[in-house]
């Protein structure tokens, strides 16, 4: 059974940081490329981050790029997103997601991810 479990969300105030982690179990992890979607209060769930299965490539959304850095350990089974310069508007519920299989046809569609985790929530103040 494929389970995903994020952890490292909290409160914090603009401009500081966050590390967040999701730790993955039930997958061969190493060939799976791994992605961080994020859904607000009244908003659809969106891309922020993702990340292939060797961690060659990293591709972000508009609004995190230059702040977000994901990074993946294979040998812990684990994929990361480090949170710089934090705004109010990042606050939202953070979920760590997987593919079905090794190929993903859009990396930033949510609809090409099958795993989810529960998420873990971000709160930015002002």
């Known amino acids: 059974q494929v389970q995903l479990v994020e952890s490292g969300g909290g409160l914090v105030q603009a401009g500081g940081s966050l590390r967040l982690s999701c730790a993955a179990s039930?997958?061969?992890?190493?060939?799976?490329?791994m992605g961080w979607f994020r859904q607000a209060p009244g908003k659809e769930r969106e891309f922020v981050a993702a990340?292939?299965?060797?961690?060659?490539?990293?591709y972000y959304a508009d609004s995190v790029k230059g702040r977000f850095t994901i990074s993946r350990d294979n040998a812990k089974n684990t994929v990361y997103l480090q949170m710089n310069s934090l705004k109010p508007e990042d606050t939202a519920i953070y979920y760590c997601?997987?593919?079905?299989?090794?190929?993903?046809?859009?990396?930033?569609?949510?609809?090409?991810?099958?795993?989810w985790g529960q998420g873990t929530q971000v709160t930015v103040s002002s």
């Open positions: 997601a997987a593919p079905a299989s090794i190929y993903i046809a859009q990396i930033k569609r949510a609809s090409d991810y099958y795993y």
């Open positions: 039930g997958l061969t992890f190493s060939v799976f490329t």
């Open positions: 990340v292939t299965r060797t961690g060659g490539s990293t």
